[in-house]
């Protein structure tokens, strides 16, 4: 009878962890490197391991296999769902000890907490911006290569980003889920809200402009007169509904 000590019998010598096999292994061992060997077909992206590259498929896919059951939104892994999750309570458990800034999980935190450090270890050849993550980065170079994948079946606006588009097409879909903590109106965009409570801004400087940096923490930057003045001049560009009920999105390629 084999022994259940040998079951785990790959050991990485970087971090101690025991693998039952050795296609496992090796993929764990890419952990600890910056290569990433498997690609995925349809847009190119790479992975570490192929389990992960299974995981992003999936959000090529028209369907999702994990939904919400409170808005219907899908998503291609359960952790993604277990997030989104939370923004329907509110509930931000990654909290920064040195901001008062939150978080809906740990690798956010994460991330967040290079940018106290004042370290920008990216900086862009095109325009010169520095950056404190690789992964802030990938997507600031994104903007500059001008690529749009991904658009809009309904009114044709393409977007460069997958979550650009998602928000984009709750315009089309009717969902509202930014209410306003003043009045009884909610918006289908951050950028909606953030417009509107402008208004309430007038009435009561001091909450409104807190609640907007809540939603948009690039507004904490207008300084102490912002109450009254530069708060209530944030850029918001929008794209103009269409008179349609519900949309499909697709990737282009």
Same mark, same amino acid.
């Given at each position: 009878?084999?022994?259940?000590?040998?079951?785990?019998?790959?050991?990485?010598?970087?971090?101690?962890?025991?693998?039952?096999?050795?296609?496992?292994?090796?993929?764990?061992?890419?952990?600890?490197?910056?290569?990433? !060997?498997?690609?995925?077909?349809?847009?190119?992206?790479?992975?570490?391991?192929?389990?992960?590259?299974?995981?992003?498929?999936?959000?090529?896919?028209?369907?999702? !296999?994990?939904?919400?059951? $409170?808005? @219907?939104? @899908?998503?291609?892994?359960?952790?993604?769902?277990?997030?989104? %999750?939370?923004?329907?309570?509110?509930?931000?458990?990654?909290?920064?000890?040195?901001?008062? %800034?939150?978080?809906?999980?740990?690798? /956010?935190?994460?991330?967040?907490?290079? /940018?106290? #450090?004042?370290?920008?270890?990216?900086?862009?050849?095109?325009?010169?911006?520095?950056?404190? $993550?690789?992964?802030?980065?990938?997507?600031?170079?994104?903007?500059?290569?001008?690529?749009? !994948?991904?658009?809009?079946?309904?009114?044709?606006?393409?977007?460069?980003?997958?979550?650009?588009?998602?928000?984009?097409?709750?315009?089309?879909?009717?969902?509202? !889920?930014? =209410?306003?903590?003043?009045?009884?109106?909610?918006?289908?965009? =951050?950028? +909606?809200?953030?417009?509107?409570? +402008?208004?309430?801004? %007038?009435?009561?400087?001091?909450?409104? #402009?807190?609640?907007? $940096?809540?939603?948009?923490?690039?507004?904490?930057?207008?300084?102490?007169?912002?109450?009254? @003045?530069?708060?209530?001049?944030?850029?918001? #560009?929008?794209?103009?509904? $269409?008179?349609?009920?519900? /949309?499909?999105?697709?990737?282009?390629?």
């Amino acid at each position: 009878m084999r022994s259940h000590v040998d079951e785990k019998q790959y050991e990485c010598e970087e971090c101690g962890k025991r693998l039952k096999h050795l296609r496992n292994y090796k993929e764990h061992m890419l952990t600890h490197t910056n290569v990433k !060997p498997h690609q995925c077909s349809i847009c190119g992206r790479f992975y570490r391991t192929t389990s992960s590259l299974a995981v992003h498929k999936r959000t090529h896919a028209e369907k999702k !296999p994990y939904n919400c059951d $409170q808005c @219907g939104r @899908g998503y291609a892994a359960f952790d993604h769902l277990r997030r989104h %999750k939370l923004t329907h309570t509110g509930e931000r458990p990654y909290a920064c000890d040195q901001c008062d %800034k939150a978080y809906y999980d740990s690798s /956010s935190l994460r991330q967040h907490k290079i /940018s106290h #450090t004042g370290k920008k270890a990216y900086t862009c050849e095109i325009c010169g911006v520095g950056l404190s $993550q690789k992964s802030g980065y990938k997507k600031h170079m994104l903007v500059h290569s001008g690529v749009k !994948p991904f658009k809009c079946e309904v009114c044709g606006h393409a977007f460069t980003f997958s979550s650009n588009l998602n928000a984009h097409a709750r315009l089309h879909s009717g969902e509202k !889920p930014f =209410k306003c903590e003043f009045c009884v109106k909610a918006f289908p965009t =951050k950028k +909606r809200l953030v417009s509107h409570l +402008r208004v309430h801004n %007038k009435e009561s400087p001091v909450t409104a #402009t807190a609640a907007i $940096q809540s939603i948009n923490p690039q507004s904490r930057q207008v300084g102490a007169e912002g109450a009254s @003045g530069s708060a209530t001049n944030l850029h918001i #560009t929008e794209v103009p509904e $269409q008179p349609v009920s519900t /949309s499909k999105v697709v990737m282009v390629l």
